[in-house]
C-alpha cells in the first residue's frame, strides 16, 4: 500500500524506502533491504505529499531531501523502459 495515497498496489508497482537498524534511510530497489519500509506509488502527487513530511512520520526520522530524488529519478527510469 502507498503510504501516501493508502492505495493498494502490487508490491512490484511501488517503491521502497527503508530505514535500516542503524538509522540509515535508503531506497530499496530489490525490496529485501533489512529495515523499517514505506512504500511509494509513482504518483507525482504521492511523492510530493510524501516529501512534506509523511515518509518522514512513517519511518520515524528525517528523510533527506537526496531520498526523494533517487524516489523521482527511479520512477523516471521505469517510465523510460
Keep these: ?33 533489512n529495515g523499517r519500509g514505506a512504500y511509494i506509488c509513482s504518483n507525482p502527487k504521492c511523492i510530493d505529499k510524501s516529501a512534506k513530511g509523511l515518509l518522514g512520520k512513517h519511518l520515524g526520522c528525517e528523510i533527506p531531501p537526496q531520498i526523494y530524488e533517487e524516489i523521482r529519478s527511479a520512477y523516471g527510469d521505469k517510465k523510460q523502459s
Design 1 to 33: 500500500m502507498c503510504v501516501s495515497c493508502r492505495q493498494m498496489f502490487d508490491r512490484r508497482e511501488l517503491l521502497r524506502v527503508v530505514k535500516s537498524p542503524d538509522g540509515v534511510v535508503s531506497v530499496d530497489v530489490t525490496g529485501k533491504k
